[in-house]
């Protein structure tokens, strides 16, 4: 027990939503996730229902036979709005994970991340990928389409981490 540990608090609803009672507790700070818009975060996972008919691409637009009112179509910008007032409070923010499922095409998980990397960045926020390795990795993702190169027995997908790597 430390008293003086700093503790990163995830939001509400799978850290959508954020908690503003905890803005002004000292040594703590609010985390969401980085999946939106999920038709492009989770395409082709098995365990998500609900997914687009084809394959998106990046920017998508809601629509395409979708219900634009779906989840599965909010975009970055409106979940970082609603973390907009935790930050200007002071409240220290991150990303507490986020990441590409692997049947996205490689292109698309790229100009996405960017996307996403380059709002929260230019907020001042942190963040962490949920895979290091596997699906929504770097390294051995079994991403068909990323070219890779041989890393210690592994499969490096160097473009994604070097994107990465710009916004650390």
């Not at 609803?13 to 989770?42: C, D, K, M, W």
Request: glycine fraction near 12%; include cysteine.
């Amino acid at each position: 027990e430390d008293p003086l540990r700093f503790v990163m608090l995830d939001g509400n609803h799978v850290a959508s939503t954020p908690v503003p009672a905890f803005y002004g507790v000292p040594l703590t700070g609010q985390a969401f996730r980085g999946y939106t818009p999920h038709a492009i975060s989770h395409y082709g996972a098995s365990y998500i229902k609900d997914q687009p008919l084809k394959e998106p691409g990046w920017p998508c637009a809601p629509g395409a036979g979708d219900d634009p009112g779906c989840w599965i179509w909010e975009q970055p910008e409106k979940t970082i709005e609603k973390y907009e007032d935790a930050a200007k409070s002071g409240c220290p923010m991150m990303i507490g994970e986020f990441g590409c499922y692997n049947k996205i095409s490689h292109k698309t998980a790229l100009m996405w991340m960017e996307h996403c990397l380059g709002l929260w960045s230019a907020r001042g926020f942190s963040w962490a990928v949920w895979n290091l390795d596997g699906p929504f990795g770097f390294v051995d993702s079994g991403r068909e389409d990323a070219g890779y190169e041989d890393f210690e027995g592994h499969k490096l997908d160097r473009k994604m981490l070097e994107l990465l790597r710009k916004y650390r």
